[in-house]
């Protein structure tokens, strides 16, 4: 299920992962869930996905493609493997 | 002064731009990360006695995989040498976080080390663009380090780096746990600071991303990316072919006036023999086809300096994935169109080792600029020049587009069944890729870069074929001095294999061709222009693809000297360089044997199929 929270937030924060996050939303990393390996996670954290950072969804091809998000001034491709582990939740 | 200087930076930060700018090398730069994968060095030009020593980008000095390991390892390495001074640690000031995070660590790094450290804050340019200023000298006094803004593709800044190289001294070597009021112990620390810097001193403006994100919305659209993705490729191939022409119409006469003008001048007998057959028939005709490598060479590297190969690895990632590889696939496969070699060192930015094995076998089978002068003749030979759709396609470069693509279906699925056959229960690693900006391809550096290419491949397979050209026109002349090619030593040789050739519709003439070829594709060109110059010496100087239609060579053999050509691995530098990047000869010698089999039994299968009467 897709989390259409836009930019500005709502009071309710509830939690998903990276790949559900709709086209344009943007939400805030709060963690990396157990499955995956702690080099991948310290890996996304020095590129910038690292805990309180804001994350934007850019684009969601079609397909299954990876998807396109955006931290800080940086935009990254991520795919469902990846995405799928990060939890996000809406930014206030 | 210092006597070695190290460069390091983060992923396509611009570090080997500013390497070739401060040495005045060209080192191959791309619009994309994991161009650099091996360290280079040369001296620079503003300081008389200083090696620059580049290293590979990282985004941490924590390595992830195998060649992160070796190039961390090196540059500590580097940090205890002696005649090592100073780090120069270059930034990409519009992207400042993902920079700092790696800048942090090398000062930390460096200064323990008695290591002085410079920022390089480069892309000023971009900057200066969009009207955005930064606090460079607040920056540098939190680093307490000297914060020069450059652009390494303007030049703007670089004088006063090499300055202050020159002014600053080597830091006194003493051990230091912070960076300014910075302190830091931790990795988590490292980031925070990072993060806090690139807030105060970064980009704040949004207009940077925003740019890219228009262009984005479009070539990474579901419908719309994918159809630009196609037509993007086949304009690709049919400039190889409209683009080249005129060059290679110009090359041919130019070679066939300067025959005409110098073998009247040479006493008649072998001199001139050997002139007009050996030289201007056999090496000339290889290099009627240096245009098409030229515009190949162009193309690609106008793709890969406007950040779109990225966004091709995006949208081939799901497609690469059903045959075992990955979007990171396309670039080295891509790059093994214009040469296997570099594809297979690009393999290197693929983080799973099982997938960039998986490349390394995909990518050998890719349509290589040693093959195109083989494709080209060929098609020229048995392709009409018309075109179709109101002229809007030439047939012969639809059909070098099909050679290509089924070049690239080869690999795919060559890469796909060896997948399959892999039982290694690990977990692979996952697809994350950084999109660069789009930038507008800096075409001056790039036309330095083809014809670089086409200098070096001329050097490469020009002596070599040379050599084979020699040593088949003294076979092909004697023992009758020209006046039978029937009845000469490289008959006799030839006539030996041609029954290895017979079930392809092929004359010994031809098999002695792909026989020499096995030393470098190009060589058949040339050995077929010896043979026929030899043949048809009583004539004037006219195009190969001629005298092969005179030769009464078959459609269907041409066909199947193109599926042989498509499959068979026959380059000994390939072979030597997959060895190296793997690890052991047994994966090049099983593609060696595999795929020559299969490059023989299917040409054999397209003749026969071909030679049926419903044809």
């Not at chain 2, 196609?230 to 066939?256: C, D, H, K, R």
């Not at chain 2, 094995?357 to 995909?362: N, P, S």
Request: with cysteine; aromatic share 10%.
């Amino acid at each position: 299920m897709d989390m259409q929270v836009p930019a500005g937030g709502a009071d309710v924060k509830p939690e998903i992962a990276l790949w559900h996050l709709g086209k344009n939303c943007r939400a805030v990393i709060i963690g990396f869930d157990g499955a995956m390996p702690l080099e991948y996670s310290s890996r996304l954290s020095e590129m910038g996905f690292h805990i309180g950072e804001s994350v934007t969804c850019l684009l969601r091809p079609g397909f299954g493609c990876p998807r396109v998000y955006r931290v800080s001034n940086t935009v990254y491709s991520l795919d469902e493997d990846l995405a799928a582990h990060i939890r996000v939740a809406a930014d206030a | 002064m210092p006597d070695r200087i190290m460069l390091i930076g983060s992923p396509n930060c611009g570090k080997t731009l500013l390497f070739n700018r401060l040495t005045g090398l060209r080192h191959k730069v791309a619009n994309f990360p994991g161009i650099t994968v091996e360290l280079a060095s040369g001296p620079m030009s503003g300081l008389s006695g200083t090696t620059l020593v580049d290293y590979p980008g990282s985004y941490s000095l924590q390595p992830l995989s195998r060649d992160e390991s070796v190039a961390v390892d090196e540059f500590k390495r580097g940090l205890r040498d002696p005649e090592v001074s100073h780090v120069i640690c270059v930034v990409d000031v519009t992207r400042m976080e993902k920079s700092l995070y790696l800048t942090l660590q090398v000062i930390r790094l460096a200064r323990r080390s008695g290591k002085r450290v410079i920022v390089a804050a480069n892309m000023i340019d971009v900057l200066d663009a969009h009207g955005i200023e930064l606090d460079f000298e607040g920056l540098s006094r939190e680093l307490d380090a000297p914060v020069i803004p450059i652009s390494a593709r303007t030049g703007i800044g670089i004088e006063r780096l090499l300055a202050q190289l020159r002014e600053a001294p080597p830091a006194d070597g003493s051990a230091v746990d912070s960076v300014g009021d910075i302190e830091i112990s931790a990795d988590l620390l490292v980031q925070q600071a990072a993060h806090g810097l690139a807030r105060r001193y970064g980009p704040r403006s949004d207009v940077l991303v925003r740019s890219q994100h228009r262009l984005d919305a479009f070539f990474l659209h579901t419908w719309f990316g994918g159809l630009a993705f196609f037509a993007i490729m086949y304009l690709l191939f049919q400039s190889i072919f409209t683009g080249a022409a005129p060059a290679m119409g110009a090359v041919e006469s130019g070679i066939a006036a300067l025959a005409d003008w110098v073998v009247p001048h040479l006493p008649a007998g072998v001199a001139a023999d050997f002139t007009s057959d050996a030289l201007f028939s056999g090496v000339g005709a290889f290099l009627v086809f240096v245009p098409q490598i030229f515009v190949l060479t162009l193309v690609v590297g106008l793709l890969e300096d406007s950040g779109y190969m990225a966004r091709a690895a995006l949208i081939c990632h799901r497609p690469l994935r059903v045959f075992g590889l990955t979007g990171k696939s396309f670039i080295p496969m891509l790059s093994g169109v214009a040469c296997a070699i570099p594809g297979v060192y690009a393999a290197r930015a693929i983080d799973s080792p099982r997938k960039r094995r998986l490349t390394y076998m995909a990518i050998p089978l890719m349509p290589c600029s040693a093959r195109l002068p083989v494709y080209a003749l060929l098609i020229a030979a048995f392709i009409p020049a018309t075109t179709a759709m109101s002229g809007l396609v030439g047939l012969q470069g639809l059909a070098m587009f099909l050679v290509y693509f089924l070049g690239l279906m080869l690999g795919l699925i060559v890469a796909g069944l060896a997948a399959r056959r892999d039982r290694d229960p690990a977990p692979d690693v996952p697809f994350v890729l950084e999109m660069p900006p789009y930038r507008m391809p800096a075409l001056v550096p790039l036309l330095r870069q083809s014809l670089h290419r086409c200098r070096h491949f001329v050097a490469k397979a020009g002596g070599v074929i040379l050599g084979v050209t020699v040593v088949v026109w003294v076979l092909g002349y004697f023992p009758n001095g020209g006046a039978d090619l029937q009845s000469s030593w490289l008959a006799a040789i030839g006539r030996t294999i041609e029954p290895i050739f017979t079930p392809l519709g092929l004359d010994w003439r031809y098999g002695v061709a792909i026989l020499t070829s096995f030393l470098a594709r190009e060589v058949f060109v040339g050995t077929l222009g010896t043979i026929f110059g030899i043949e048809f010496a009583e004539e004037n100087m006219v195009p190969l693809v001629e005298r092969i239609h005179a030769s009464g060579l078959e459609a269907a053999s041409g066909f199947a000297l193109l599926a042989f050509f498509s499959m068979a691995l026959m380059c000994v530098s390939t072979l030597v360089i997959l060895a190296r990047e793997s690890g052991s000869w047994k994966l090049p010698l099983k593609m060696f044997f595999a795929y020559g089999a299969a490059g023989y039994l299917g040409a054999i299968a397209i003749y026969q199929l071909l030679s049926l009467d419903i044809f």
